[in-house]
């Protein structure tokens, strides 16, 4: 049943993420950067002199993807709540 619920709020809460995106993200261009320095390897960073970038970058998209995680948690326990005070 969880399942379902968990499901069902990553689709309906697609403009919630469309704006935490936003948020964290200036352009397209940054998103990609961002994605970019996670999977490269922060000493490669560091002999490019883009450590701080790296850093950086990581934080933005690890920042995304924990608000975007913490919504729909946040949403699923309310949810049970709210189903088992009328159950």
Known sequence: MSG?????????N???????????FINNDDFKKSVKYSFTPDI?????GEYWKDR????????FI??????VILEVFILQGIITTFI
């Open 4 to 12: 379902i619920i968990i499901f069902a709020l990553i689709i309906i």
């Open 14 to 24: 697609v403009p919630i993420f469309k704006f935490i995106y936003k948020l964290s």
């Open 44 to 48: 490669v960073s560091l002999f490019r």
């Open 56 to 63: 950086f970058g990581e934080a933005k998209i690890g920042f």
């Open 66 to 71: 924990f608000t975007c995680v913490l919504v």
